[in-house]
């Protein structure tokens, strides 16, 4: 006999940030399509209204959250519209009232501002997105702000950074829900170039680079990323930028605020998890593939920066 779906509640209101509420309603779509059945998803709103996105998407929505079936996962998608005083209040009741008897509330983004005026998140360690997390430290002292991870799960609340952390988080709650095969499939569905783990941050090194690079070296930045690779010197780089490798080791330093060698490293190690968590393939071959000229250097070097072994850090967050 199978089980009967997991029930879950998208609350939206005017003014909804659209991919935070439509990337985790195909992923669990996606999941339907792996595992015939396991979800039953409702896009519900406090006063059952058509509404306009952020996007002035129009929305219809299934019904109001107090006329839903029992949820067993209640998820709030940030947007502008909850930052509206009104919204912010009739939102705020309406998970006070129904959170506590889920089995999971989510967050995703700046759904916070509707999640943390009921108090339930007080004394949690949480994410949202970078760009409001100050804000939100100021306006929730109770709450244990992290701006730097995807997501956060702490007991049976979940929050999330911002837009494409929709998708993150909605595979996490589908791996525990139905395990990796069927997470896994998911991710593959959607086109996620790799299923990220809640403690990665929500600025991969390379981004961290290109962003700091400026005009001077934004092509250098790129240049570099795509061949991690050969062989990186400071002579053949700064040839790359018409400098001498004295002017570019010190221009370098200066916009980075650390030297090719460091950098080049972290964005090799950066480009090492990935590999880890993508394929099957053996540590030797990853550290080839990402520039290091001997397995046991790349180890050490991963370890150091990671406090985990390649081998350790891949079983831990391929299965998380």
Same mark, same amino acid.
Request: with cysteine; aromatic share 8%; proline share 5%.
């Given at each position: 006999?199978?089980?009967?779906?997991?029930?879950?509640?998208?609350?939206?209101?005017?003014?909804?940030?659209?991919?935070?509420?439509?990337?985790?309603?195909?992923?669990?779509?996606?999941?339907?399509?792996?595992?015939?059945?396991?979800?039953?998803?409702?896009?519900?709103?406090?006063?059952?209204?058509?509404?306009?996105?952020?996007?002035?998407?129009?929305?219809?929505?299934?019904?109001?959250?107090?006329?839903?079936?029992?949820?067993?996962?209640?998820?709030?998608?940030?947007?502008?519209?909850?930052?509206?005083?009104?919204?912010?209040?009739?939102?705020?009741?309406?998970?006070?009232?129904?959170?506590?008897?889920?089995?999971?509330?989510?967050?995703?983004?700046?759904?916070?501002?509707?999640?943390?005026?009921?108090?339930?998140?007080?004394?949690?360690?949480?994410?949202?997105?970078?760009?409001?997390?100050?804000?939100?430290?100021?306006?929730?002292?109770?709450?244990?702000?992290?701006?730097?991870?995807?997501?956060?799960?702490?007991?049976?609340?979940?929050?999330?950074?911002?837009?494409?952390?929709?998708?993150?988080?909605?595979?996490?709650?589908?791996?525990?829900?139905?395990?990796?095969?069927?997470?896994?499939?998911?991710?593959?569905?959607?086109?996620?170039?790799?299923?990220?783990?809640?403690?990665?941050?929500?600025?991969?090194?390379?981004?961290?680079?290109?962003?700091?690079?400026?005009?001077?070296?934004?092509?250098?930045?790129?240049?570099?990323?795509?061949?991690?690779?050969?062989?990186?010197?400071?002579?053949?780089?700064? !040839?790359?930028?018409?400098? @001498?490798?004295?002017? %570019?080791? &010190?221009? *370098?330093?200066?916009? =980075? /605020?650390?030297? #090719?060698? $460091?950098?080049?490293?972290?964005?090799?190690?950066?480009?090492?998890?990935?590999?880890?968590?993508?394929?099957?393939?053996?540590?030797?071959?990853?550290?080839? !593939?990402?520039?290091?000229? @001997?397995?046991?250097? %790349?180890? &050490?070097? *991963?370890?150091?920066? =990671? /406090?985990?072994? #390649?081998? $350790?850090?891949?079983?831990?967050?391929?299965?998380?």
């Amino acid at each position: 006999m199978n089980s009967p779906p997991i029930r879950i509640a998208l609350l939206a209101y005017p003014g909804v940030q659209t991919l935070d509420l439509v990337g985790p309603l195909d992923a669990f779509d996606a999941a339907n399509g792996v595992q015939a059945g396991a979800y039953a998803v409702a896009t519900v709103t406090v006063d059952g209204e058509p509404f306009l996105s952020e996007s002035r998407l129009k929305i219809t929505p299934d019904c109001t959250l107090d006329e839903t079936a029992p949820i067993d996962t209640l998820i709030v998608p940030g947007g502008a519209g909850l930052r509206v005083p009104a919204v912010t209040a009739a939102v705020s009741a309406a998970i006070a009232r129904h959170a506590p008897r889920c089995r999971r509330v989510v967050s995703i983004c700046t759904g916070i501002y509707g999640v943390a005026p009921t108090g339930l998140l007080d004394g949690c360690r949480v994410t949202t997105h970078w760009r409001h997390a100050a804000d939100v430290t100021r306006r929730f002292p109770a709450l244990a702000v992290d701006c730097d991870k995807i997501y956060i799960q702490q007991g049976c609340f979940y929050t999330a950074a911002g837009v494409s952390a929709a998708i993150d988080v909605s595979l996490a709650l589908i791996q525990e829900d139905y395990g990796s095969r069927v997470s896994l499939a998911v991710a593959r569905e959607l086109v996620v170039y790799i299923k990220r783990s809640g403690g990665q941050r929500q600025f991969s090194v390379p981004l961290q680079f290109q962003v700091k690079a400026g005009d001077r070296f934004a092509d250098l930045a790129a240049w570099i990323v795509a061949h991690l690779r050969e062989e990186l010197t400071v002579e053949g780089l700064a !040839a790359r930028v018409s400098l @001498s490798a004295r002017q %570019f080791t &010190r221009r *370098f330093n200066e916009t =980075f /605020g650390q030297s #090719p060698a $460091e950098l080049i490293q972290a964005l090799r190690l950066d480009a090492a998890r990935d590999h880890l968590l993508e394929t099957n393939a053996p540590i030797e071959s990853i550290a080839v !593939a990402v520039g290091f000229r @001997s397995d046991d250097v %790349f180890r &050490r070097a *991963f370890d150091r920066r =990671f /406090g985990l072994t #390649p081998t $350790e850090y891949r079983a831990r967050f391929f299965a998380e």
